[in-house]
């Protein structure tokens, strides 16, 4: 993995506490944004632990950039904002999972570990405030969802996948759109099939990521 921070003893320490773990490997490390680009350039990572605000180029324009370039690589944010409007913006640009750094080294490295595995991760304070995000956007008019980028659902399953992203469980979607919970449980199986999505918390992602989320 390759390790973003501008604070360089954090980035340090924390490296040393992630190298003890015999499963991970740091083979870089960037002070800004800029450095975390050229650097996955170089060494082409699985995962980039990337902090948010930093100097020369915050975190989520390097993830953006890196995203684009190099698809394979997972970026997860490591950071002290627990801002709404920045764990939006990190999804958009392509973060695979949101962590805050009051967390210990082994819940981070277990993040690392999901992340690298194919899977998001957000923490769970972030993650109800990303679903506070999506409540405040499905009330403006429009709604949530701009119609683009679905990946062959069909109209009941982007109705159901609208519903998930406003946090409704599968009772709550079924009372809503009037269908039995079975019938919302198979719709919900659908989604995730078709955009190989293994949680509803990542088809949440999913939508923000993918542009089906008109703010």
């Known amino acids: 993995m390759v390790v973003c921070d501008d604070h360089a003893l954090y980035r340090r320490g924390l490296i040393m506490e992630l190298e003890d773990a015999d499963d991970l490997e740091v083979v870089g490390e960037a002070s800004n ?123 009941r399953e982007i109705l159901v996948l609208d519903a998930m992203a406003k946090g409704g469980g599968n009772r709550e979607i079924a009372s809503h759109l009037q269908l039995s919970e079975r019938t919302v449980h198979n719709h919900v199986r659908n989604v995730l099939q078709k955009l190989q999505l293994h949680s509803r918390t990542e088809a949440v992602l999913y939508a923000v990521r993918e542009g089906l989320i008109d703010p």
Not at 58 to 80: K, N
Not at 97 to 122: P, W
Request: net charge negative; glycine share 8%; charged share 20%.
């Open 33 to 155: 944004g800029a450095e975390a680009v050229d650097s996955c350039a170089r060494v082409a990572p699985d995962v980039v632990l990337m902090d948010v605000r930093m100097p020369e180029m915050d975190g989520i324009e390097a993830t953006r950039r890196i995203v684009e370039a190099m698809p394979p690589v997972r970026v997860l944010m490591l950071t002290v904002s627990d801002e709404g409007d920045d764990l939006v913006e990190a999804i958009k640009a392509g973060a695979s999972g949101y962590l805050l750094k009051e967390v210990s080294i082994s819940a981070i490295a277990a993040a690392v570990r999901s992340v690298a595995a194919g899977h998001s991760f957000i923490s769970p304070l972030m993650a109800a405030k990303l679903l506070a995000e999506f409540r405040s956007l499905a009330a403006r008019p429009g709604g949530l969802f701009a119609g683009n980028g679905t990946a062959g659902l069909t109209e």
